[in-house]
């Protein structure tokens, strides 16, 4: 039987197609395509509960926006997601804030906003095989998983340092957040918390650091990921499905 909240699921499963596609050709989700997602979830669900006359609804939303918002926030603060992946996540917790799925609906997501937490449980369960297979890979060809070397003469703005390279008393250094204590600084050429990756002017600095003999010529970058088809197969289940995780948790009680 339609019911009106089919209309935002089904947005959301063609926009996570288009982002998969944009996140694994160019490395970008658009902000053209999240910016719209999140505005028209907000507004269907605002709309929708007025003529229900329920009052959850009309926030429901926004809510979900906010609670998708600050997991993806999170994420982020961790190096997991980029800025794309917030946007995307705080999309899909707009469109889909509360969503009943035919099968294996959570308990926690059938009445409140928090219909994202299945969708990332989902994705997350998707990704970690996928992961190991991948760092798997990796090792065995003698690479890193998540880092990677390169050389600073062939930086591209928006690669994402995975050290900071500072300055003090004249001198340059480096440091790492995983080895030893922060250092005091001058000031840093490299940020690895900042998601949009080197700026050009930083690249140019660190390229001419290289050319004064200041600096080695070789930096760790972050390996980018892209967490887009995670999430997309996440949305397709908890859409199609329902939350495999809680489908996990019933099956270990007998249920």
Sequence with gaps: MFEPEHIPAAIALGAVCIAVYTDL????????????????????YFLLGLFRGNLLMVASGALGAAIAFAIGYAMWLTGGWAGGDVKLFTALGALLPVFVPAYSPAPYSST????????????????????????VICRIRGRGALYEHVKI?????????AETIYEKGGEVGRWSARFGRKPQWDRTFTNPRRAAGLTRYQVGVLKRLVRERKLKNEIKIKKGIPFAPALGAGVFIAVLYGDLYWRFVLALQGG
Excluded: C, D, H, Q
């Design 25 to 44: 050709r160019w490395r970008i989700i658009p902000n053209k395509l999240n910016f719209p997602l999140i505005a028209g979830g907000i507004l269907f």
């Design 112 to 135: 409140y906003p928090l219909f994202p937490l299945t969708i990332l449980l989902n994705s997350v369960l998707v990704a970690i095989p996928i992961l190991l297979v991948y760092a």
């Design 153 to 161: 003469t062939g930086l591209k703005e928006g690669m994402i340092p």
